[in-house]
Structures are given as structure tokens and as C-alpha cells.
């Protein structure tokens, strides 16, 4: 067992379309952010993770060296890790990790992605091989969709009523994002706008997925040491969990998704938690497609097998319900890739030191963070919570 | 108020790649081109593997038999794709699937087609999990996996 960790600070960018700032300009804004938040000076960050997508998806290789400047990396080791869509979680543990070793005591993890500046689709379908798997891929939604109908059929689900509760799900992340400053997408939607919507991949319409955005996401890991040297109030990294399938996207079960149901075990018994649904205040899940939501709750716990739509049925995943999913209006408002896993992480820090603001859950002291990676190939979680 | 407006640089980046297939896929696709599928049998959890693979993803070992499998099979999963992108593999629309061959246990990505995809609720009626479908190959082959243009429904 490693040493004890918390997050000291966290920075997030406003989100959207950013042509206001350069690359690392956009990642400076992130740094700058946390640094205060942790009230600590860039001199006193001992390593730097980073990470964001695939590079074609900006057109700069090894970006990290481009962004070394905005990351206060100079003399001082700095990596890149890359996981796709979980990208952000991977930072998140590389970043824990380097603290809870004992090699280091501060230091910065930063997330980021500028979307609107390459062509997200096209560089998402280079991640499949290039012999069997790419020519058939429809960038995220072909491979969400394909998920989701194998679920709906599994557990012989009536179409019209997981239709209506991924309708509801798309309401209350749009609903919720309005308390979010950071949020990109910030439109007041009914269920009937959702069920009229464009479809773009059946069964997922367009206000079922989320949107491609520019931000940046930074955290301030410390050890127990320094963070009573500093004061400050920290959320305390109880458990992380992270999993991963084959590459091959016909070899595993996609519903009874092991790379999610292992990720999440193996979390919640670090952090000695049993009955997630109970024990859990509020669950920032890696939420792109509405569907996919749902089958988070499965994966997670929160609810039996085929059983997810109840949930949203008894307001259970709302604010002022048993278990509040993705207050901050989810990865389905705001979606900067390599930054959202690394968001997910910032707001449930934010949530268990009550510095949520307006969409605080009150008294919130566990939360869940979690990002999904690749082909519906990776799953990565981390408890964190009030106390160690 | 309104924002300021900043200039954007535009710049494309084309590179050509050169990608290795190694023996067990250069041996796949000579079958592949001759209208055979073939998939490898792992001797420690006897899965059949397709497409071939060298080695068991689960078990880590050498796969030991070229086994034959069906072109026709059974759909696992399916998206209808109704938009488009830059760079796409395919123009739109199209169905793209997970189906599982008879012979095999793993699913195979490809498409589904020889579907009248001008109508959501047609395709709706036509295409489910479960349906059998058979693999439609392409008069001219080369190779490589789109030899097998998609798997239509059997009648």
C-alpha cells in the first residue's frame, strides 16, 4: 500500500470554442488556475503528467514538448500518457501514482484537448488497426450505438421506455450544465426535443452525444505531509481502479462489460466500499452517450443487471436523489477528450470539499470519477473522498 | 459584447504508412482473396479465433490450427451510421455490425447491406440481433477485408 494522496487544487478552463487562445496558452489557463486554487507556486511542482488524444487530432506530435512551457515541466520530469477517451483518468493515477510512491510530493496533472482544431471523427477511427477494424468504424457513435442495441436486446428492454429514460438523461446533464461555469453546451431542452432530434448513428440522435470541445483541466496531487504543511482543504484519492478489454472489439462482452465491472471492483475495494448505490454521495460518470450512461449504472453497482432505467424512472441519478450522476452536466455538455476524464476527477474533488458552488450536492463526502477509453476497450475510476 | 476575432492558421499534414502484415495475416488474407475464411484455434482455451491470430489474446500462447469457418453467421450487434465526417472509411449511410460466423467465437466487424437503408423504420423491420446473415464478395478481390463487400440477410 502506498502512501496517502489528495488533491490540493484544481483548475478548469471555460469550454467551447476556444480560437481566443493558442494550445499552450489554453493549458497555461488551466495551470494557473490550480496553482492558486492549491495556493502553492509553480517552483514548488515536482513532476508533471499530461496527456490528451491521439496528436493528429491537433496536428502536433509529442505535443507535451509543445506544452512544456504552460506546464511549469522545465527541470523537472514530465510525462505523456494517452488512453483515448479515458486519457484524463490515465493522468489522473499516473499523476496519483508519482505521489503515493513516495518519489514525489506535489505534483501537477494536467488534461487537455482543442478539438475544433483538426477533425476529432476522422483521427478517432486511426485508433482501430488498419486491416480489420478501421474501415468499418463510424468514429464514436458507430461503436456506442452498436453497444447500446446489444444491450437493449439483452435484457429484452421495450425500446420505448429506454428511449424515454435516455431522453430524461439528456435533459437533466443539459439541465445541470447551466450551474456549471465551465460547461461548453448550455441549451434548455425538453424530452420532446431529444425524441425529434437527428438521428446520426440508430439508435443515438444527436442530442444523445455529446459535443467536441477545446479546454483544459489541471489537479494538484500532495501527500499527506504537505498537505498539512499547506493547510488546505483536500479531497483525498481513497480508491482508483482501471481496466481494459482486447483490442478487438468482437472478442469481448460488451453489456456485461468486464473492463467497467473489474475497473469498478477493484476501486471500491480499495476504498472499502460495498454498496455503492449507499455509500456513494454523487458519481461524475464518463457519460458522452446517454445509453451508455445506463449501462454505467450496471457495470458500477448502482443497480442490477438490465435494470438501469428504473433509476432515472425514481429520479434516483438526480440532483436531491439517492445518488446524483454527473451534476456538472457531464461529458454530454463538455467535451475537451483529454481534459474530460481529468474533469471528471476536479469535480468530484470539487464536490467532497464543497467548492462545487452551484451545482453542489450538500454534504457530498464520497464521490466517483470515471472515464472510458478506445473501442469501448478502457474503464478507469477513482473514489475520492471528504476524508482519507 | 462582442469577442474579438483571433486569426487560425490552416495546415494539413498527409503522410503515407507502409503497415506490416506478418505470416498469420498475410496467410489470412491469400485465403481471404479465395472467398475462405479462417480463424486460429487456441489450445489452452480451445476458442477459434477469427480473424487468425498468432497468438490468444486470454491465454497468451501460440494459436496452433488454421480452422475454415462460415461466411454466414449471426448478427450480434448493429448501428445504422447517418452522418458524416472528414476522413470517414465509408460514405453514408451505412450499417456497420458485429457478426458472429458459424465456426467461430468471436465476433467479426463488418457491414451489413443488400438493405434498403432510404427508411429508418424499413431497416428497423429488416435488420435485428440474432438475423442470419452471409457474407456478399466482391467480383474483384485483393486482399484485404472489404473483399467481402457486407453480409446480407438470408432469405
Redesign the interface.
Known sequence: MGRLVAIIGTGQTRCGRR??VSYPELIYEAVKAALRDAGIEPGDIEAVVSGSMPP?ME?VNAPHLYWADALCAHHRPSLRVATCGSTGMSVAQAGYYHVTSGLFDIVLALGVEKMY?G????TM?TVAD??????????A??IF???C??YI?RYHIPEDRIRQAAALISVRNHSDAFDNPYAHIKIKITVEDVLKS???????RILDVCPASDGACAVIYASEEKVRQLGRKAAWIRGVGYAGD??????SD?VEWQAAIVAAKEAYRMAGIQDPLKELDVAEVYNPFTFQELLYYECFGFCGKGRAVELVEKKIVERGGKLPCSPSGGVLCTNPIGATGLQRVAEAALQVTEKAGAHQIPGARNALAHAMGGMDQLNGLMIIGKNP | MSQPEYRVMEGVISLPYRWALGPVNTRFFEEFREKRIFGTRCPKCSRVLVPARKFCPQCFVDTSEWVQVKDEGTVRTWAFISYAYVAQPKDPPYITAVIDLDGADVGLSHYIGGVDFSDLEKIRARVKIGMRVRAVWKEKREGKITDIEYFAPVE
Request: hydrophobic share 30%; no cysteine; charged share 20%.
Open positions: 480560437d481566443d493528429p496536428g482544431e477533425e476529432p471523427q476522422g477511427t488498419p486491416f480489420f477494424q478501421r474501415p468499418f468504424l463510424a468514429g457513435p458507430g450505438s452498436m453497444q442495441n446489444a436486446h437527428r438521428i446520426i448513428a440508430y439508435p443515438t482486447e483490442h478487438w472489439f468482437g472478442d460488451k
